[in-house]
């Protein structure tokens, strides 16, 4: 019996694959496929969504593996398959695109565009019945009516040149710490005082968006803040959306409660986590946020590090044709597994006969150690051992059942954000392993993204390195580099940094808006370049990359940098203030641009040592560190402050005298507040 294969079975990425033998006749994005629609004169499909999406699994089963919808595909239309992480920048376009049409977005994302790429129509999931409606209406249209149509791409192509004008800068733009007080207070109406993070469902963790409060809590002494923070820690690390059994979480929650997910883990998620949790254990030294930590750690060594050093993308929701089914257990099995064990377990992960998921049960902690101690009359230390025992015993038993897949695609922006969050972890828990994460991680994109004549790319998968990197790909390896050398105090991070600093300025910086596009002229076949500007789980290129302008400015003595990001922070602050969730990362330039940095110089071997203590007990958001060298290709680093070993804090344009006493330069640090 043959098996039906189409151009996408020479592809590497698993979403492609998983379509590869569709009867659809599906194109990669590329030459071909825009090739043909305008020599046959068809419209384009540009179906678009990845691995682990759950309801992309379904329509693919159901309209996309359909004979009648794929005969009339194959013969009205030119039908093209995107990876929506291999290639984001398609996928922003035509997530505008839908999303003026329909007020709404989501994967899988269905555009129908003319054949140069100009959309027309679209959605998201279509059941077959009414797929197969609209793929007739709209090609009725297109023979009968081509005028209409043209006309719609006309008006949606404007629609999306207007959503990608970046924010002019208001004539009221100011750089101010009240733009931020107002802006976190604004914000604060929508905090979830039970539950934690925003008001309402989904639930998404937004690691990126609590860091940033913490900042603001540690510079603003705000306890109330703070305290919302911890609250939404403590439930999301609590909660179902966390794996007890094998660490890590999972994409978000369904509810508010944090207590159902959905079930994907994906790499960025969870190394914004390690660097969120990293942060927390260094405000609130809670061991249970240090456990995550190390859990995460575990889980990425285990399910998602690829021999190569690098990390893979996602795992996915679903296994044996339903989701979360490899996660969830029924009383009855945690019964067999567990013995004499289940009731204590029952009891601290909420297991019970109804179950809270299609009547099986999602594992969260319902009751704590003490809790469950009390209603069973025996000590919390007896109820520790029997949790140890059953959590590896579950475990185990889980590790037998058919797991869900893993998207073997590596990415240059999400390996970079692995290498920022191990290189945090390794300052606050000064472990070794997280350095050598990080370097494996960085050593991984060195050989294998990046070519001799200097160019990064964003994807490897299947031994093949293809697509030329994004913003967010430039935006998040010189942030990994800073993070390595806040780690190492190599000067080679610093200079690799500005490097890729200069070299992106070259490439994606436009002078007219003062931002930074999010695509190179090489990225071929799209009807606009755009910028993006929001922040969302993961935060957006341009606020990183004003980040990373702020922290080189201060390193390499470069006005010209610390000007750009005050542009591009200044561009923003009009929308900072009713931003909410979405904007943190700007608030966080922001708020460096405000207080400006604090420089931190050792000099000598003692004087490094210090550093290392300092760093590791500071929450100070802009520190620049750096350890004396005269021959030094860093100019803060040529400065010399003392013959002897020791530190030298500067901050405003004053120093403090040099100093042996780490106890002198934290308390300096971390007496530094803003009253408003």
């Given amino acids: 019996m043959s098996t039906i294969s189409n151009r996408l079975s020479g592809e590497t990425s698993p979403y492609l694959l998983q379509h590869a033998s569709n009867p659809v006749n599906w194109f990669p994005w590329g030459d071909e496929a825009f090739a043909k629609a305008k020599e046959e004169d068809k419209l384009i499909l540009v179906s678009i969504g990845y691995s682990s999406c759950h309801w992309c699994h379904v329509m693919e089963k159901e309209a996309f593996s359909d004979k009648e919808v794929a005969g ?13 992480e291999e290639r984001p920048d398609v996928d922003q376009i035509y997530m505008n695109a839908v999303q003026i049409i329909t007020r709404s977005g989501g994967w899988p994302l269905n555009c129908f565009t003319l054949p140069d790429g100009r959309p027309v129509f679209g959605g998201t999931y279509f059941r077959t019945e009414h797929w197969m409606d609209i793929i007739r209406s709209l090609h009725s249209t297109w023979v009968t ?28 733009a100011v750089l101010s710490s009240e733009v931020i007080k107002q802006y976190v207070e604004n914000w604060s109406k929508y905090f979830d005082a039970r539950h934690g993070a925003n008001k309402g469902a989904p639930k998404f963790p937004m690691p990126g968006s609590l860091m940033f409060l913490l900042d603001y809590a540690w510079l603003f002494n705000d306890d109330s803040v703070k305290g919302h923070v911890r609250n939404t820690l403590d439930k999301m690390m609590n909660g179902g959306i966390y794996d007890h059994l094998g660490g890590g979480f999972f994409r978000y929650s369904v509810d508010e409660h944090w207590h159902v997910p959905h079930f994907e883990k994906m790499l960025y998620d969870n190394v914004l986590m390690i660097s969120l949790y990293s942060m927390a254990y260094k405000h609130f030294k809670d061991d249970n946020y240090r456990r995550v930590v190390y859990e995460v750690a575990d889980f990425l060594k285990r399910e998602m590090l690829a021999p190569n050093g690098g990390y893979y993308s996602a795992i996915d929701a679903d296994s044996e044709g339903e989701e979360g089914r490899f996660y969830t257990f029924s009383k009855r099995e945690v019964e067999d597994f567990l ?15 109804t179950g809270n998921h299609l009547g099986q049960n999602v594992l969260r902690m319902a009751a704590s150690e003490k809790e469950t101690a009390c209603l069973l009359g025996i000590e919390p230390t007896e109820v520790a051992e029997r949790l140890k025992s059953a959590k590896k015993k579950m475990f185990d038993e889980r590790a037998r059942r058919i797991r869900p897949t893993t998207d073997d695609k590596q990415l240059a922006s999400w390996n970079a954000l692995a290498i920022t969050a191990f290189s945090s972890a390794y300052i606050v828990f000064n472990d070794n392993r997280f350095l ?37 790909d430039y935006a998040f390896l010189i942030e990994a580099y800073l993070a390595l050398f806040r780690a190492t105090h190599d000067e080679e991070y610093l200079l690799k940094a500005k490097k890729w600093m200069d070299f992106t300025i070259n490439g994606f910086f436009d002078e007219k808006n003062g931002m930074f596009f999010y695509t190179s002229d090489s990225h071929n076949h799209l009807i606009v370049r755009k910028m993006e500007m929001t922040d969302g789980v993961i935060p957006s290129s341009n606020a990183v990359m ?18 750009m990001a005050r542009e591009m922070v200044l561009k923003i602050s009009e929308q900072q203030v009713k931003g909410g969730p979405y904007l943190y990362r700007w608030a966080g330039a922001h708020l460096k641009c405000t207080i400006g940095p604090a420089e931190l110089q050792a000099v000598g071997g003692k004087g490094k040592e210090m550093l290392r203590e ?14 004396s060298n005269n021959r030094s290709a860093v100019p803060i680093c040529t400065t010399v402050a003392s013959k002897e070993d020791g530190l030298k804090l500067c901050h405003a344009n004053s120093c403090l005298k040099p100093t042996q006493k780490v106890d002198e330069v934290l308390n300096s640090l971390n007496s530094f507040t803003l009253k408003g």
Avoid: W
């Fill in 145 to 172: 009516n081509r005028q209409r149509v043209m006309n719609v791409a006309d008006d949606l192509t404007k629609g999306l040149s207007t959503v990608l004008i970046t924010c002019e800068e208001g004539k009221s």
């Fill in 339 to 353: 013995g004499d064990y289940a009731e204590t377990f029952s009891i601290a992960f909420g297991v019970s006969a």
């Fill in 436 to 472: 050598t994460d990080a370097l494996c991680a960085i050593k991984f994109i060195e050989d294998k993204l990046m070519d001799d004549g200097g160019a990064l790319y964003r994807v490897h998968c299947k031994g093949e390195t293809k697509i030329s990197a994004f913003l967010d």
């Fill in 614 to 627: 300092v760093v590791e007990k500071t929450s100070h958001p802009f520190l620049i560190t750096y350890v």
């Fill in 546 to 563: 004003a980040d990373n302008l702020l922290f080189l400015s201060g390193y390499f003595r470069e006005p010209k940098y610390a000007d």
């Fill in 72 to 84: 009339f595909l194959n013969e009205n239309y030119v039908c093209i398959k995107v990876d929506r």
